[in-house]
């Protein structure tokens, strides 16, 4: 069982991959990426998890509580919300593709700039 | 290459990743048996350092600022290329859906949609604004709160009141409002360097009691800078999605 969160890590990134591979939408082949990018949360949040251990917050615990580790805490939560402000960019580029080609085929998109 | 191939081949190489994804995660230690010690002794030392007990903030505003201005500056240009990746372009004008179609009216939003929105409208900014002031003491910060407040702005537009959320957040104000998160978090670290010590210490006083509101110095004032900085980016950001809705382009 110990080995369970590792193994979503790599099952979300491989099924967000192939997502991107085989899409046939921007907005969909969009949504695998952020996919991909939900499987470093998952490895980032494993990683810093110890069994029993709290929160990292000490308002009503004693200092030398074992916590988990707040460094990966961090950084998945900044990665959040930046990930949102990127996606937003990249479906700014798909309402502009769809503006000047018509289609939002990744395929078509392809045939189009010859 | 056909669409059969392109599976083939992303499925062989998909293999040979999984393969290796899982060599590699396999020589991690296990779930649940973090090894420190990094993690540790930053909880050890980080409440009597930063006078902040949620120690999450404390790594994010203090002892890896420099990294999150970094980030927060990824914020800052995915804003401001979406405004430049939605400009109005040549031969695009702003009309108004409706006049292609005036026998057409839309429906307005209704009544349970609009109750609840609005009902939701004053909790969302009271507890993003309190997320953002609270960044030292509890599982918050800037980020989270920032998010939130943007939401409230949201509801005011799912309430049917596109005008008014036009209004309640003018274009200037809101790059102003971004403008002011994001030098503003540079601004503090500068003044480190004036005051003598690294870029990014904590020169405010730290407070006498462990997370109190007023203790942990700039990390509370940081987190705060870093509100306003996401709610305006996202603002930003929802206006200029929605603006697209009334652009139509010339000759189609």
Known sequence: MS???????AWVLIAGLY???????LVHQIVCLIVVQSSTYVLLLAVGYRTGAVAPYFSDVPVHTPAVDPVVQALALTDVVVEAAVTALLLAFAVQAHKRFGTLDPHELVQIKG | MTERWRRGVFLAGAAVLAAFILWGLAGLPGFGRYPGPYGDI???????????????????????GFDTMGEEFILFAAAAGVATVLRHLRGEDKVSTRQEALDRVAPPASDALRVVALAFTGPAIVLGWWLATHAQTSPSGGFQGGVLLTTAFVLVYLAGQ?????????EDLTDIAEAVGAGGFAAVGVTALFLGLPFLSNYLPLGAVAGAVSSSGTIALISFLVGIEVGA????IIGELMDQALLVREGR
């Open chain 1, 3 to 9: 080995f369970l969160p590792f193994a979503v890590v």
């Open chain 2, 42 to 64: 930053i909880n050890r030392i980080a409440v009597a350092q930063t006078n902040a007990t949620g120690v999450v903030s404390a790594v994010n505003f203090e002892y890896r």
């Open chain 1, 19 to 25: 997502g991107i591979v085989t899409s046939r939408h």
């Open chain 2, 162 to 170: 596109v005008l008014l959320f036009r209004r309640a957040s003018p």
């Open chain 2, 233 to 236: 980016a996202f603002l930003l």
